[in-house]
């Protein structure tokens, strides 16, 4: 594997499931990060990882938990989530002094019925 | 309030023809630009970028202008070729203040359509 990979590529959940969503990077990156995108709408940065310290919360709700056990992975936990949190969920990283050149996975879609 | 605009949603142009994406924004602290581009079903790819101390970067047929004073950037593809058509995000950053990361602000995306 090459890149970013994140799985799944598609998700539906009901409003009271519990999911989560893998990013993996295989890039040698020090950093990662979630955003959402949602339709119509500019990328959204959710949550940024630093050598596995979290050091951005967008102001994002409680219902999404992010962990990132290592370098290489990163996790989107959910948790009765609401039918305006569907949308397409990025994983990406990037590597010290380039850190704004961010390497992006292709996403996950996200259906919250 | 968005910082980083792209006013065209879509645009199309005809085969070998140059393709030029605007980018508009407001936070004169952005110091480093950056294009995307993104395919159906993907992730966003990195494409091209341009420090604020330059006014042009090119790379292929992919060149991008950047108009300090006007708070104004481009995208300039030429000749276009149909598998140019996909979604260009324009993205800005600003030197990270506290400790914290470089993050990126992205507009709306344009989608290119190049027509055979």
């Known amino acids: 594997e090459t890149g970013v990979t994140q799985t799944p590529r598609h998700l539906v959940m009901g409003m009271t499931n519990k999911k989560s969503l893998k990013c993996e990077q295989h890039l040698g990156h020090n950093a990662m990060y979630w955003y959402k995108q949602s339709a119509k709408k500019p990328l959204e940065l959710m949550f940024v990882y630093n050598f596995k310290e979290q050091t951005e919360n967008n102001s994002v709700p409680s219902r999404f938990s992010p962990e990132c056990p290592n370098s290489s992975h990163l996790f989107l936990h959910l948790h009765t989530l609401q039918p305006e949190d569907s949308a397409l969920y990025l994983c990406?990283?990037?590597?010290?002094?380039?850190?704004?050149?961010?390497?992006f996975g292709p996403g996950t879609r996200l259906t919250v019925l | 309030d968005q910082q980083v605009k792209q006013n065209s949603p879509s645009l199309s142009v005809q085969e070998g023809r140059i393709s030029i994406l605007n980018c508009d924004y407001t936070?004169?602290?952005?110091?480093?630009f950056l294009w995307y581009k993104k395919y159906p079903a993907e992730g966003p790819t990195f494409l091209i970028s341009?420090?604020?101390?330059?006014d042009k970067n090119e790379d292929g047929r992919f060149t991008v202008f950047l108009n300090k004073s006007a708070k104004h950037l481009s995208l300039h593809i030429v000749p276009s070729q149909p598998g140019d058509s996909a979604v260009y995000f324009c993205a800005a950053s600003h030197p990270p203040s506290g400790g914290s990361n470089y993050k990126l602000t992205f507009g709306k995306g344009t989608l290119l359509t190049v027509n055979p």
């Open positions: 990406a990283s990037s590597q010290g002094a380039r850190m704004n050149e961010q390497f």
């Open positions: 341009i420090s604020s101390i330059k």
């Open positions: 936070n004169s602290m952005f110091d480093y």
